[in-house]
């Protein structure tokens, strides 16, 4: 088969690396969503190295603190002023300075391993071990997801697809998708990869996320251009 090509990705490994990551809950989340934003975690990632700025003021006195001597410094720094809080209490203010002291952009190391992930491309036949080997020198968990990876690659290896043979695996496929969190393709003509024919994946946490929480279930969705069929009638 020739004249067409298959690009995939699997946005769970994505999610799993910067599960295992040490980064802030506030970063964590996001270069999640920066994932499928014109402005991605690379873009993000390098405007935070520009601007390291360190915690100043209240943030730098009490942000480190427990919650409870958090909350009390709060209450002396406002009797020092002779302000009472209005609309928020004391542990509230502590909590927010709290997160903001958290919010800590991510250590050049944590920035380098995921800039290194998401440059990972691979044909099928060797993603498997590319993915292996990231982890292994990085020191990062994924055995999860990359046993879920390497079940999947054997499933549809066993059907024998189209194309599938010269597949080629990128970390970044499915950034033009926010509903897709897993195993994403697109199949496009040898000379136009960014025009996509058939473009496709699985998603899991949409329906909870669209049911705030109350539904679980998982569901796969495709999506063929059929006004790119003609122009790409030669890849058969």
């Known amino acids: 088969a020739t004249g067409a090509t298959v690009r995939f990705g699997d946005v769970a490994i994505y999610h799993a690396v910067l599960a295992a990551l040490d980064l802030s809950p506030q970063w964590r989340d996001r270069l999640r969503r ?54 928020r209490t004391v542990e509230d203010v502590a909590a927010r300075l709290r997160e903001k002291a958290a919010d800590v952009a991510p250590a050049a190391a944590v920035a380098n391993a995921l800039t290194s992930y998401l440059k990972l491309n691979a044909p099928v036949a060797d993603s498997l071990g590319a993915l292996r080997s990231f982890a292994a020198s990085t020191g990062l968990d994924l055995s999860a997801a990359l046993d879920a990876y390497a079940e999947r690659l054997a499933l549809i290896a066993r059907h024998k697809p189209p194309f599938w043979a010269d597949a080629v695996f990128s970390a970044e496929s499915g950034r033009r998708f926010e509903y897709y969190d897993g195993f994403v393709f697109e199949l496009a003509r040898e000379n136009a990869a960014d025009r996509p024919i058939v473009s496709g994946g699985r998603y899991d946490g949409l329906i909870a996320r669209l049911s705030g929480g109350k539904r679980h279930a998982s569901g796969i969705g495709a999506a063929l251009r059929a006004d790119r069929l003609e122009t790409g009638k030669g890849a058969r």
């Open 34 to 87: 920066a994932f499928s934003r014109r402005k991605g975690p690379r873009e993000l990632l390098e405007a935070a190295a520009s601007n390291q700025a360190q915690p100043t003021g209240a943030v730098a006195r009490l942000g480190s603190l427990a919650p409870a001597e958090a909350a009390r410094g709060v209450q002396d720094e406002l009797a020092k002023l002779g302000v009472e809080p209005v609309g």
